[in-house]
């Protein structure tokens, strides 16, 4: 039998016109799905009816937001559904004046992370707000989720429009 030794360096047209190369051409039909999951399936379906929801974790007596079906915390399972208000309180943020996309806004948008009522300390979830005058922001600010009309809602995060200001802050 004789020996075939190939230089590994080149490949050239006629090694595979030849068969001295294994290769495959088709056209796949890939078609994908996206499944949410127990836990955030269960929680797009609430906002879409209006209403924020977390997961309990009785291990280490801690309310979730996004819910999750195990704790990172403890990584113990969560045990239940809390009902949670639409209200909370600005942890943090930012004033962008370009859109994603790169286009310059005279008026700045506001991404905030926002606690949310009823959820453990430092549970919450970052969305824009608005109403608001972002030379008088501040961190503490309480805000309360303004949602799209019932008709408009897909089961989204943006099925809440924007967070607003509940009330400004008192002077010190």
Same mark, same amino acid.
């Given at each position: 039998?004789?020996?075939?030794?190939? =230089?590994?360096?080149?490949?050239?047209?006629?090694? $595979?016109?030849?068969?001295?190369?294994?290769?495959?051409?088709?056209?796949?039909?890939?078609?994908?799905?996206?499944?949410?999951?127990?836990?955030?399936?269960?929680?797009?379906?609430?906002?879409?009816?209006?209403?924020?929801? #977390?997961?309990? +974790?009785?291990?280490?007596?801690?309310?979730?937001?996004?819910?999750?079906?195990?704790?990172?915390?403890?990584?113990?399972?969560?045990?239940?559904?809390?009902?949670?208000? =639409?209200?909370?309180?600005?942890?943090? $943020?930012?004033? +962008?004046?370009?859109?994603?996309?790169?286009?310059?806004?005279?008026?700045?948008?506001?991404?905030?992370?926002?606690?949310?009522? &009823?959820?453990?300390? &430092?549970?919450?979830?970052?969305?824009?707000? #608005?109403?608001?005058?972002?030379?008088?922001?501040?961190?503490?600010?309480?805000?309360?989720?303004?949602?799209?009309?019932?008709?408009?809602?897909?089961?989204?995060?943006?099925?809440?429009?924007?967070?607003?200001?509940?009330?400004?802050?008192?002077?010190?």
């Amino acid at each position: 039998m004789e020996e075939f030794v190939y =230089d590994s360096k080149y490949l050239r047209r006629d090694d $595979f016109e030849e068969g001295r190369v294994l290769f495959e051409t088709w056209d796949p039909n890939a078609q994908y799905a996206w499944d949410a999951g127990v836990a955030i399936g269960r929680y797009l379906q609430e906002l879409k009816a209006g209403r924020l929801v #977390g997961r309990s +974790c009785s291990a280490c007596n801690r309310i979730l937001i996004p819910p999750r079906m195990f704790c990172e915390s403890c990584f113990r399972p969560t045990d239940r559904w809390i009902p949670l208000e =639409d209200t909370g309180t600005v942890l943090t $943020f930012s004033r +962008c004046y370009v859109t994603w996309n790169m286009v310059q806004l005279e008026k700045p948008e506001i991404p905030a992370v926002i606690e949310i009522d &009823g959820a453990s300390r &430092g549970m919450g979830i970052m969305h824009m707000l #608005g109403e608001v005058d972002p030379d008088t922001l501040e961190i503490g600010t309480r805000v309360q989720a303004v949602w799209k009309p019932p008709e408009e809602r897909t089961g989204s995060i943006t099925d809440i429009a924007y967070f607003r200001p509940l009330e400004p802050l008192e002077e010190e």
